[in-house]
């Protein structure tokens, strides 16, 4: 089992940054890869970023490519995402998830955490 923390989410006005932590504890020696999605009111949960849990690999939804990076934090067990030139449209309920294989869907995503809001304001 793994268990995931997220933090730092909050409010901001467009044009800001926000930094989400996510804290792994547990079995996360088995853990494969390391994700952010969004969820935002009448849409599906979508892919943000994703890293490798060893670090390296790393992947970004196209409407975030060069606002957001993920980082890794091994002393920590953490795994950051770092958002600058936030957008409205980036408003969301952010959530991390790790996966213990190579994911090839979102189905593949074994542990979750429980979300933390992001809103920006125009």
Not at 1 to 27: I, M, N
Not at 44 to 50: I, K, P, Q, T
Not at 88 to 114: F, N, R
Request: glycine residues 10%; proline residues 2%; positive net charge.
């Amino acid at each position: 089992q793994v268990q995931l923390v997220e933090s730092g989410g909050g409010l901001v006005q467009a044009g800001g940054s926000l930094r989400l932590s996510c804290t792994a504890s547990g079995h996360t020696g088995s853990t494969y890869t390391m994700a952010w999605f969004h969820h935002a009111p009448g849409k599906e949960r979508e892919f943000v970023a994703s890293i490798r849990w060893a670090g390296g690999n790393i992947y970004y939804a196209d409407s975030v490519k060069g606002r957001f990076t993920i980082s890794l934090d091994n002393a920590k067990s953490t795994r950051n995402l770092k958002m600058n030139s936030l957008k409205p449209e980036d408003t969301a309920v952010y959530y991390c998830a790790a996966s213990l294989v190579v994911p090839k869907s979102i189905s593949q995503y074994d542990y979750w955490g429980q979300g933390t809001q992001v809103t920006v304001s125009s």
